[in-house]
């Protein structure tokens, strides 16, 4: 189960988003009040095969040890593979229907949406929770057209299920998403491109934190 708490600060981070070593860079962000971690190994670098298992089951420990759940981007054997606390799909991944009828009962699957038509769409397809974005400009997903501010309200008002707003989030914006109904907010240069993972994390909580 994940459950609206768990989705306040997630964070997400593959080998590609840091020059550090990830293990550490995890530890960090944890401590500095991570609530829930994806592992998204995508970019030019990226580590395949028995490489990318590898680096999952050291990830997968550190949230086990420090009981934050953890999530695979993408990959339902590999989520299976590590004892994952839930998979995240996109859209132009492998549909709910099919991802459930090779995962536990209820097993949580979070889905990327960027319109009030896929939401509600992936809500009644069986999603545990949404990602909604690009909210903001990010060179992360570089030329997709951010949604918005508005679409987090127009979402939430539309779904039961929890959202997490994702897309060049960060420390001076966290309190509006926030604020417009997300259960939390999802970052990866935030977190993994700064100096300090963990005062970085320890920033965007305390402006979360503020907002009831
Ligand atoms: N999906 C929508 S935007 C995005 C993903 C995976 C990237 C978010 O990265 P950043 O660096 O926090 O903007
Ligand atoms: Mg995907």
Redesign the pocket.
Do not use: E
């Given at each position: 189960m994940i459950n609206e708490k768990d989705l306040l600060l997630y964070f997400?981070m593959g080998s590609d988003?840091t020059k550090r070593n990830p293990s550490q860079v995890l530890q960090e962000a944890i401590d500095g009040g991570v609530t829930i971690f994806q592992y998204?190994e995508?970019g030019l670098h990226v580590k395949k095969g028995e490489d990318k298992i590898q680096l999952g089951k050291q990830l997968r420990k550190i949230c086990q040890e420090k009981g934050v759940p953890f999530i695979v981007?993408d990959d339902i054997d590999l989520a299976i593979q590590l004892g994952a606390d839930g998979v995240h799909l996109?859209q132009g991944d492998e549909p709910i229907k099919e991802a459930r009828e090779k995962l536990p009962n209820n097993f949580p699957i979070g889905i990327?949406v960027?319109t009030i038509e896929e939401a509600v769409l992936a809500e009644q397809q069986g999603a545990s929770y949404l990602?909604v974005?690009?909210?903001?400009e990010?060179?992360?997903?570089p030329g997709?057209k951010p949604i918005g501010i508005q679409t987090i309200r127009d979402i939430t008002e539309k779904v039961n299920i929890p959202i997490v707003a994702?897309?060049?989030?960060?420390k001076s914006n966290a309190m509006q998403i926030k604020k417009a109904g997300a259960a939390g907010i999802?970052?990866?240069?935030?977190i993994?491109?700064a100096g300090d993972a963990e005062q970085a994390a320890r920033e965007l909580r305390e402006q979360l934190d503020k907002v009831q």
């Open positions: 997400i988003n998204r995508k981007n996109g990327s960027s990602g974005g690009p909210i903001f990010t060179a992360t997903k997709k994702i897309g060049g989030v960060k999802s970052v990866i240069t935030a993994s491109q």
